[in-house]
T-cell receptor, first 113, second 111 residues
Framework: EAGVAQSPRYKIIEKRQSVAFWCNPISGHATLYWYQQILGQGPKLLIQFQNNGVVDDSQLPKDRFSAERLKGVDSTLKIQPAKLEDSAVYLC???????????FGDGTRLSIL | DAKTTQPNSMESNEEEPVHLPCNHSTISGTDYIHWYRQLPSQGPEYVIHGLTSNVNNRMASLAIAEDRKSSTLILHRATLRDAAVYYCIPLTGTSYGKLTFGQGTILTVHP
């Protein structure tokens, strides 16, 4: 079984620029999650999708972050404009349904200069 | 969400058993206890979960206290590959799978 695929693996941008991350979940997984992990901390949920609908985006900074999951498969997370405090690893995870074990990708490490 | 307390770090020698404790005194009766681990430069990896009785799988065992206020993840024979951050996460039935990660326990395994 192929795992959760994320790209790019690394990204370096300057503050106020925009950036996008892509996630391809495990085939057949209905639930998709985006987490932000700041250095030295545990991951924090940003947004959760069930198929192509949003279940929870309460911790997503909506003034600068957006996410979509077209057709209930792949997902993109965008930051526009980026701030220095957005430097983190962005992790995507998927599960067959909510409350089932999640499978994580290896993340995108974002550095803001 | 139930609050958890884990030691910041633990050490073990290779091929010895490791017992990783977690206190979750505010857990509700329907919360499952999930354990994930995160190896360096990788995303978290599911390890095991349980509700009341002890659970075993190919990776580890989970011992849950009778009052459910604490649990212990048991690695029967630690290997160098088990060096990781281990997270204990109570998961409520109404959370739709939302994982709330704490600081976790950094496990160091010595050869």
């Amino acid at each position: 079984e192929a795992g959760v695929a994320q790209s790019p693996r690394y990204k370096i941008i300057e503050k106020r620029q925009s950036v996008a991350f892509w996630c391809n979940p495990i085939s057949g997984h209905a639930t998709l999650y985006w987490y932000q992990q700041i250095l030295g901390q545990g991951p924090k949920l940003l947004i959760q999708f069930q198929n192509n609908g949003v279940v929870d985006d309460s911790q997503l900074p909506k003034d600068r972050f957006s996410a979509e999951r077209l057709k209930g498969v792949d997902s993109t997370l965008k930051i526009q404009p980026a701030k220095l405090e957005d430097s983190a690893v962005y992790l995507c995870a998927s599960s067959p349904q909510g409350n089932q074990p999640q499978h994580f990708g290896d993340g995108t490490r974002l550095s803001i200069l | 969400d139930a609050k958890t307390t884990q030691p910041n770090s633990m050490e073990s020698n290779e091929e010895e058993p490791v017992h990783l404790p977690c206190n979750h005194s505010t857990i509700s009766g329907t919360d499952y206890i999930h354990w994930y681990r995160q190896l360096p430069s990788q995303g978290p990896e599911y390890v095991i979960h349980g509700l009341t009785s002890n659970v075993n799988n190919r990776m580890a065992s989970l011992a849950i206290a009778e009052d459910r206020k604490s649990s212990t993840l048991i690695l029967h024979r630690a290997t160098l590959r088990d060096a990781a951050v281990y997270y204990c996460i109570p998961l409520t039935g109404t959370s739709y799978g939302k994982l709330t990660f704490g600081q976790g326990t950094i496990l160091t395994v010595h050869p």
